[in-house]
């Protein structure tokens, strides 16, 4: 049944609150288990509910959104208990892995689950519900008389989906918070519709200095490779605004483009546990045949698997028996399992979302594990940046397009040069080689000169460090201190960076050469970069190699 089948419009928001009278800020919080920060952000969000109904929190992928909703939960409960014993709490989700997660971390608390094929308890006071199930033909009429004054909205980017707006109207007075790592649509439309504020955790940069995110590699196929031309090269999108998976078997599900994946793979994770995007359930399969003939022990999961077969397999996966996973959008939310070493990424996407909730399946911390691989093989660093590239979420709460800068991929346009050769794209060896385009150790994220990557880093390299970026030596001596905005790889004597907006040019001594007035300087990539002066003049190129900066028209 369709979730969608009750509402086919958004709907406003209805304020006032006629539910049981908390005083939030005054609630007795029991911080048990939590870490600093989440005790904080919980009580951010207590403040936020003294004035208003429906809030949203943002939080990364892997720093436990789970632990601080059912901990607001526990103390929702508790306060019910004495005060409003007829209050009722919902935890809602679309994934039975979010509900089996959520279900879990409730721990001894008592609670009834709403899911297709498990007998309802809805006498008890805490549910946690999947969305299709509550809003279906044969339970709608039920659920809508319930008295559900506090609702936890999992993953709530999906929340302007039409199943969950249906909540505003079935509990117009119902207190609402809404958790995700990435308050970010496709439309860039915003979710101030449902949401009247949000709450921003730190940055994935905070979160890996202070060791609560995993140390990581990340290494992509190069800005002018072929493949990344042909990504930049399609045209046709789906209903949502993604590719038409589709068009990209067609295009990437090859032998040779999966050849570089494997061989990828054994350059920089052979050994390691981790998880593969594929596109599509051929493609899937098709990786799986080619790693297992190559010894590696894989499995495959996608939508068509049994549920029973799924547990097994993933069982297996955390037990060290399989070490390879190949999905097609399955674990992209929901799924907890620390000790990932690597992720690849073989399936080019449009969505900031998707991209952030995939490479956050590897940045969680375990104890055996020093270090993470993301193994970027569509390029899609090109497109959003790094996992700690900074992004305004607030701008895109809002509904804004932050616009250069924001790594929402909205700056990516075709690449029209890719179709005016009449040729077959050849995916040499050479061609896809892949790069180490950001290390993230400790407080300290150098990006490796793309000039200089074989063997060694190079004699300057590009670091960010609380947010910003400035440039070091072969022995991590600081030459720029980190206080730009952005920055691309020295070459030949200068360095491509933002400041206050605009992009110029500097000397490896930190003298400006151009100054910052051009809407965009791209990286010199053989030997030339790409300058726009405004956000909608036509890009040209200027000569890196000349002693002076010529334009190539």
Known sequence: MRTDEYLDQEIDLVEPFDGPAIQFSHIQPDDTGLRPYQSAIKHEVYNLWDKMNNVMLQMPTGTGKTIVFTSIVRDIRRWCISNSPD????????????????????????????????????????????????????????????????????????????????????????????????????????????????????????????????????????????????????????????????????????????????????????????????????????????????????????????????????????????????????????????????????????????????????????????????????????????????RHWRYHFEGHDGGEGYNDGTGITRDISFEEHDRTPDYSEDDEEMVVVEHAEGGQQVRPNEANQAAKLGDFNIFRKNGLYGMCDSHNRTIIPPMYEDMHPYYRGRIPFKQNGLWGIMLKDGTIKVKPKYYYIGPFIDGRAEVRNTVDSEPYYINGDSKELTIIR
């Open 87 to 390: 209050s009722k709490i919902l935890i809602i989700a679309h994934r039975r892995e979010l509900i089996a997660q959520a279900s879990d971390k409730l721990g001894s608390i008592v609670h009834g689950i709403i899911q297709s094929g498990i007998p309802m308890k809805l006498n008890r006071a805490i549910q946690v519900a999947s969305i299709q199930t509550f809003m279906s033909r044969r339970h709608y009429e039920t659920m809508r008389r319930e008295r559900f004054d506090f609702i936890i909205i999992d993953e709530a980017h999906h929340s302007m989906a039409p199943g969950y707006q249906k909540l505003w109207e079935m509990f117009p007075n119902s207190k609402k918070l809404g958790v995700t790592a990435t308050p970010w649509r496709m439309s860039h439309s915003g979710f101030r519709t449902l949401f009247n504020d949000i709450v921003l955790s730190r940055s994935i940069e905070w979160f890996v200095n202070n060791g609560y995110l995993s140390n990581y590699d990340y290494v992509s196929i190069r800005r002018d490779s072929e493949l990344q031309r042909s990504i930049n090269s399609i045209d046709r999108y789906g209903v949502d605004g993604d590719y038409l998976e589709a068009e990209l078997s067609e295009m990437f599900d090859k032998d040779k483009i999966r050849a570089e994946l494997f061989k990828s793979y054994k350059k920089f994770c052979d050994g390691k546990k981790g998880i593969i995007y594929a596109i599509d359930r051929r493609h899937a399969a098709n990786i799986r045949d080619l790693y297992a003939t190559r010894g590696v022990a894989i499995c495959m999961i996608d939508g068509t698997t049994p549920a029973e077969e799924r547990k097994e397999m993933i069982e297996q996966f955390k037990q060290g028996e399989i070490q390879v996973i190949v999905n097609v959008n399955i674990f992209s939310e929901g799924f907890d399992c620390p000790d990932i070493e690597f992720i690849q990424l073989a399936r080019p996407t449009k969505s900031l979302a998707l991209y952030l909730q995939q490479v956050g399946r590897g940045l969680r911390i375990s104890k055996n594990k020093t270090i993470s691989i993301i193994l970027d093989n569509v390029g899609l660093y090109n497109r959003f940046g790094t996992p700690m590239s900074n």
